[in-house]
Nanobody, 123 residues
Framework: QLQASGGGSVQAGGSLRLSCAAS????????MGWFRQAPGKEREFVAA????????YYADSVQGRLSISRDNVKNTVYLQMNNLKPEDTAVYYC??????????????????WGQGTLVTVSS
């Protein structure tokens, strides 16, 4: 089970840190991803991290502003969001899976999903 938290409302240029807490002892064996879905749009890839934390992947639109990390002792994955823009407004979802190749950036690459947390960025 995945529980996302940390969403809220900020002004453009502000920061937020999202957290996703996982239950179960298998957390450290799963790669983790963050996706987002804006109103009227499809869910899109934001960032992902391998089970060990050695590899990370980012969407071009967030590269340099958002950073994904994980703590396998706390069973938690984080998404540090800096220099937020109005176009970052969306519901953010964490996901767990064992994607390979191009599936790192695909919704279909992940098996388990959290409930989502809303991020609103005003201009």
């Amino acid at each position: 089970q995945l529980q996302a938290s940390g969403g809220g409302s900020v002004q453009a240029g502000g920061s937020l840190r999202l957290s996703c807490a996982a239950s179960g002892r298998a957390f450290s064996t799963y790669s983790m991803g963050w996706f987002r879905q804006a109103p009227g749009k499809e869910r899109e890839f934001v960032a992902a991290i391998s089970w060990s934390g050695a590899s990370t992947y980012y969407a071009d639109s967030v590269q340099g502003r958002l950073s994904i990390s994980r703590d396998n002792v706390k069973n938690t994955v984080y998404l540090q969001m800096n220099n937020l823009k109005p176009e970052d407004t969306a519901v953010y979802y964490c996901a767990a899976g064992r994607p390979t190749g191009s599936r790192w950036r695909a919704v279909s690459g992940y098996d388990y999903w959290g409930q989502g947390t809303l991020v609103t960025v005003s201009s």
